[in-house]
């Protein structure tokens, strides 16, 4: 991180509800630039409300937030041409090619035919994926597939990636060498939102913030949050914090 | 043995799914099948719940085989599949109700065996199974999975996707199935829910790569294992690759952990090399290794051998 601490995310007072349901109770919290925010809580916490927010697809309750410098409520085109996103459930169109997807992404974050065609080559000759430009993405192992998703959300050079838990189901190989991707697009100045459920994953974040019903419930780096809670990793922090009763309400 | 598999084979158009799988499950076990997606942890389980005929090989549980007895087999049975096999549209007692009378009998007959997960969702009865947070699908699914009173609980992958306090919740429960005299079968892609399990088989790629007790499996590892910090994690992982006599070097939280060509002085020869490469705070220790070690290891050599035919 650089000494100059940039903020690329600023959330004051995040209100979201759904009919009395408070899904976001009051967020407060910054990214800065460059960094790797780990966006951990349980399942039903709120952590997809949030995330959703932040790239514009849904409208908060209230609360000031912004995200890349646009405005939360009436940017929001600006604020999808400056990010990208990945989840481990929605990434590739299975069903056409490698090259088809890389085009089709590239269009939809508006880079010009040239550009594509460019940043393709350059993005398939890296992942040493040029023998299968023209195979159909569910024909490729679950690992290449994720390296190619993650390349394709940072195609565009976004200022910031969301990475909703992007490492999935993949084994322990593949999992760690998609981390070397994170910390690259990282040191390349491309700040990583990530949301996980491998509490050795959150080790590797700059910062951390753990949701539980809808509010933060506590945010630093991995080591101040292990000292504070006097545990050995992040995986005994995160059930001091996140145990609650089961399933209170979603 | 409530479980015994012998050389099963499987191929979907010419992709070995399941290559040679052979190992058996003790009656009163829980036995964790541990690998990613895509190691042929559910064909196999769609083999063993009579849902999917093998290419080659036997399985049979509790004496039946699993192509005779297919209908036999099926009352002993609980399946809890990967994608939850319930009916969204119908509410949580109404898909209860359902798998209790298919396998004919009532809620109130095995209410005992199911009361401890059931409880808990008990207070939404009436809602809609789709309108249910995931950890509560899952224990609606593992209710119609139990509800029939089987002796073999099979769960594929159960935990996926679920956050670290209701995976170990739903763990604590799988011990108290286990107590009633259930035999359980689980798969997982998280290794460190290995250690929970009587024995584990490890599988990739369709080949089973050891089957024993967790701490067997960790005491089979024959390398050196060192665990290296330093001030930048990143580079220290990077810089550590490019070493010559690195075998491995891989993130691990905050270390790295580190396998080495040459046993020899490890730990003097990696401090000397990243002093000269400009890390601060050096730390580094042999460790015992997790049982994700030991797969990555096992993944290892398995490629190896394959490579060398």
Redesign the interface.
């Known amino acids: 991180m650089s000494e100059q601490k940039e903020t690329i995310i600023t959330v004051r007072n995040l209100v979201k509800k759904f009919g009395n349901f408070k899904a976001n109770d009051n967020l407060n919290f910054e990214v800065f630039k460059g960094e790797i925010f780990g966006f951990l809580?349980?399942?039903?916490?709120g952590k997809t409300t949030t995330i959703k927010i932040l790239c514009g697809l849904w409208a908060p309750t209230s609360g000031e937030i912004k995200v890349a410098g646009f405005d939360i409520y009436n940017q929001t085109e600006q604020i999808k041409r400056n990010i990208g996103y990945m989840s481990q459930k929605f990434s590739l169109y299975e069903d056409i090619t490698v090259f088809e997807n890389i085009r089709l992404f590239g269009g939809i974050y508006g880079l010009s035919r040239h550009e594509i065609a460019h940043r393709a080559a350059d993005l398939m000759h890296r992942l040493d994926l040029e023998h299968s430009r023209d195979k159909l993405i569910s024909s490729l192992?679950?690992g290449w597939r994720q390296k190619l998703a993650f390349s394709v959300a940072i195609l565009h050079n976004p200022k910031l990636v969301f990475l909703d838990?992007p490492t999935?189901?993949?084994?322990?190989?593949?999992r760690?060498k998609f981390?070397?991707q994170i910390?690259e697009a990282a040191?390349r100045g491309i700040t990583v939102f990530v949301t996980t459920?491998?509490?050795?994953e959150a080790?590797?974040c700059d910062r951390v913030s753990i949701m539980v019903d809808g509010r933060i419930a506590d945010l630093d780096t991995?080591?101040a949050l292990k000292g504070k809670y006097g545990v050995k990793?992040?995986?005994e922090v995160?059930?001091k914090i996140?145990?609650?009763k089961?399933?209170q309400?979603? | 043995m409530a479980l015994n598999i012998n050389n099963i084979h499987k191929s979907f158009e010419g992709l070995q799914a399941l290559n040679n799988i052979t190992f058996s499950v003790k009656e009163g076990e829980l036995f964790g099948l541990i690998?990613?997606?895509?190691?042929g942890k559910t064909t196999l389980f769609r083999i063993i719940t009579t849902l999917l005929l093998p290419d080659r090989g036997e399985v049979d549980l509790f004496g039946l085989d699993v192509l005779k007895n297919y209908k036999k087999i099926r009352q002993l049975v609980g399946y809890m599949a990967g994608r939850f096999s319930l009916y969204h549209d119908l509410t949580v007692e109404e898909n209860l109700k359902f798998y209790a009378t298919v396998f004919g009998t009532t809620i109130e007959k095995n209410y005992d065996l199911i009361k401890d997960v059931y409880c808990?969702?008990e207070p939404f009865k009436t809602r809609k199974a789709g309108k249910?947070?995931?950890?509560?699908k899952q224990?609606l699914a593992l209710s119609c999975a139990l509800i029939h009173k089987p002796r073999l609980l099979v769960l594929d992958e159960p935990t996926?996707?679920?956050?670290?306090?209701?995976?170990?919740?739903f763990w604590d429960m799988l011990k108290r199935l286990q107590k009633k005299g259930i035999t359980i079968l689980v798969s997982t892609?998280?290794?460190?829910e290995a250690s929970l399990c009587n024995r584990v088989g490890l599988i990739?790629k369709g080949n089973l790569l050891s089957v024993n007790k967790p701490e067997n499996i960790i005491a089979e590892y024959q390398r050196e294992l060192l665990s290296v910090s330093s001030d930048n994690?990143?580079k220290l992982?990077n810089d550590l690759r490019n070493e010559k006599d690195t075998h491995s070097a891989?993130?691990?939280?905050?270390s790295v952990h580190l396998t080495r060509k040459d046993r020899k002085e490890s730990v003097k020869q990696v401090i000397k090399y990243l002093r000269d490469k400009g890390h601060g705070s050096i730390h580094i220790n042999v460790i015992k290794p997790g049982i994700?070690d030991c797969?990555?290891d096992l993944?290892h050599k398995e490629d190896e051998f394959l490579l060398s035919g």
């Open positions: 809580g349980a399942n039903g916490a192992p679950l838990e999935g189901g993949v084994d322990p190989v593949t760690r981390w070397d910390y040191d459920h491998y509490m050795d080790e590797y991995p080591s990793n992040m995986n995160f059930l996140a145990r609650i089961p399933d309400n979603n | 690998g990613p997606d895509g190691a808990q969702i249910l947070s995931g950890g509560m224990k996926t996707g679920v956050d670290a306090v209701s995976r170990t919740e892609p998280y290794m460190d990739q994690l990143y992982v891989f993130l691990f939280g905050q994700e797969f990555m993944m």
